[in-house]
């Protein structure tokens, strides 16, 4: 058998079926939009078109979390690392539980109380606008790259291994996202990510399911793990250098995701969705649940993968290009000759793209209309040309993210530290938000040149490691595939250096990428509380204590009810004295006034009596 890459015999098996229930998927998404766009209420007001009235309920709400936070990256990328690295990355889901009660506790409710809509107004009620529009430019940036990479990257995938044409699904996608995003507004973004996680959640399924009956069970499946060295759930090495380790994938995820889950603006816009906060806690921890589902699933079929090819890498034999091919590869291998179920794959994948780059455009309209439109330009907007922007910049950021799909396909090995951008932004950005609600005395000065010293310092580390991984100085050690098994004779797997160069820098760079948000959320808040003792920090008795997480303030309440004092930690006390003067002022006042009036009163009837 000739197991070379044949994409001309690939794309055979890709016909009208699998291009049918593709449509389907994308024909159900617009239909939402138009639902939602052109009856009813037809998102007439920012309200509507951004946070959905307030009126959405905890499931839709649970599933669009879920489903801006799986992307087809995501679905892609799990099974793969099963199958090169092991089982060790499917601990990161224990982090999930950690985050959700962080981000549901300590962050949420700040954002409600105060109702905002774009979480960077925090920053400037906090600190100062300067530090809001920090941020704002900053997500944007990273949201624009992402979202034409988590297009660009599955479909260039699937193309080569489907047959299917990568500018028609990007086109396609985009299109269709563009169109419900912009007319159906935030009600038709949250109801199609619920569509679109039912498709992922059945899609994947269905795959390894099939996959797994074929190899003869889940017995056989974890045996051929077992043999295959990929089971592994308790490294405990205690070296930052180790790619994944217990302490990198719980503490370094934890750092990792709750940059999603407590301050990334498409998630808490979510948040702001529903009427109550305890709606919004709720829907957080579905979202959990959902989301550890999804992550051992996908685990799991990376075992699956493993079991079929254990014996002959496709990767080694050239059937396919790139590790993100292979688990399209197993789906035609799998399910190529039943009509229909390659092309349910094909729409799963893609749910997950339309779902996260839907969050994007709708949180960028958000943000840029809050931030820059209002906060720059045009204090005082009705809310009837409000709403008519915000629709207009959800068009203007698909079109930039689509446009930066082309300069993505330029980049070649440049795309992995493109990607990385997403995590070097979030930990500077969870640092700013951490400085500001845990850390009183935070300035509007600390906070600036911490988060742009942390901006800084994570992209010479990022772009460093990456560069001198495609320079070859880094390699990442991935545990053995064997060709015993392959038809061809005289196969052999090419080795690599375990390691890499040594020494010097190489070495920092060398630290896992699970905990760069860790490092840039530390730099911020070290950074910043340095700054801000050094210009005069900012008194805690004069803040606004809405603007501190609760929990942290009555915890230091309960666990120094004396030192507090000390470190002024009276939260808004100067605030509620100078309140009480002025009522009493009031009081006062009004007290002698009604005191003069009755005197007067007093005198006209004495002098009546006399009368």
Not at 95 to 123: C, D, G, K, R, W
Not at 511 to 538: A, R
């Amino acid at each position: 058998m000739d197991t070379s890459f044949d994409s001309e015999e690939l794309s055979a098996r890709f016909k009208w079926p699998e291009y049918l229930v593709f449509g389907a998927m994308l024909a159900i998404s617009a239909g939402i939009g138009v639902f939602y766009g052109c009856f009813g209420r037809k998102q007439k007001t920012t309200s509507e078109f951004l946070m959905a009235n307030r009126s959405m309920g905890i499931f839709p709400m649970s599933m669009s979390l879920i489903a801006s936070f799986m992307s087809a990256i995501t679905l892609l990328g799990t099974p793969v690392e099963m199958y090169r690295y092991g089982t060790q990355y499917w601990v990161v889901g224990i982090s999930y539980f950690i985050v959700m009660a962080s981000a549901s506790a300590l962050y949420l409710p700040v954002y409600f109380n105060l109702q905002v809509t774009s979480v960077y107004e925090y920053l400037e009620l906090r600190f100062h606008k300067s530090v809001r529009l920090l941020g704002s430019a900053a997500f944007m940036t990273q949201m624009c790259i992402y979202m034409a990479i988590v297009v660009y990257a599955p479909a260039l995938a699937l193309s080569q291994v489907t047959g299917m044409n990568v500018y028609f699904a990007i086109v396609a996608i985009f299109i269709v996202c563009i169109f419900y995003t912009a007319l159906g507004g935030m009600k038709a973004v949250m109801w199609t990510d619920t569509f679109q996680v039912i498709i992922m959640f059945g899609s994947m399924l269905i795959v390894i399911i099939k996959g797994a009956i074929d190899l003869g069970g889940p017995s056989v499946v974890w045996e051929t793990a077992v043999n295959g060295s990929r089971i592994e759930f308790f490294n405990a090495d205690l070296d930052p250098r180790v790619r994944h380790t217990i302490w990198s994938l719980v503490i370094g995820g934890y750092f990792t995701w709750i940059t999603v889950y407590g301050t990334n603006q498409a998630q808490v816009q979510r948040y702001m969705t529903v009427p109550t906060v305890e709606q919004a806690k709720k829907a957080i921890w579905i979202n959990a649940f959902g989301l550890f589902g999804i992550l051992t699933i996908c685990c799991y079929g990376g075992l699956v993968i493993f079991a079929k090819y254990h014996s002959c890498d496709p990767l080694a034999t050239n059937r396919i290009k790139t590790s993100d091919q292979l688990f399209p590869l197993f789906v035609m291998d799998t399910l190529g000759e039943i009509p229909g179920l390659p092309g349910l794959f094909v729409a799963g994948i893609f749910s997950a793209a339309l779902s996260t780059v839907s969050s994007g455009l709708n949180s960028l309209a958000a943000i840029c209309l809050e931030d820059f439109v209002k906060g720059i330009f045009y204090d005082k907007l009705s809310d009837e040309k409000a709403t008519s922007i915000s629709k207009f910049l959800a068009v203007g950021f698909g079109v930039i993210s689509f446009l930066l799909v082309f300069v993505a396909e330029q980049l070649g090995g440049v795309l992995q530290a493109a990607l990385s951008i997403f995590g070097m932004i979030g930990g500077p950005i969870l640092g700013v938000f951490t400085l500001g609600l845990f850390f009183p005395w935070g300035n509007s000065k600390g906070a600036f040149v911490g988060t742009l010293t942390s901006f800084v310092f994570m992209f010479w580390l990022g772009f460093g490691t990456n560069i001198e991984i495609a320079k070859g100085n880094l390699v990442i050690p991935k545990l053995p595939v064997s060709v015993d098994g392959c038809p061809q004779a005289n196969l052999t797997i090419q080795s690599f250096p375990k390691q890499g160069e040594s020494g010097g820098v190489l070495e920092f760079y060398r630290v896992s990428y699970m905990w760069y948000s860790m490092i840039g959320c530390t730099v911020t808040i070290l950074v910043g509380l340095f700054v801000s003792f050094l210009t005069k920090f900012q008194d805690p008795r004069e803040l606004d204590p809405n603007l501190i997480s609760p929990p942290i303030d009555r915890l230091v309440r309960f666990l120094f009810p004396e030192f507090r004092h000390k470190i002024l930690w009276d939260l808004g006390r100067k605030m509620r004295d100078a309140k009480e003067t002025i009522n009493r002022s009031s009081h006062e006042a009004l007290r002698k006034q009604s005191d003069g009036v009755l005197n007067k009163a007093f005198d006209y009837d004495h002098t009546e009596t006399k009368c």
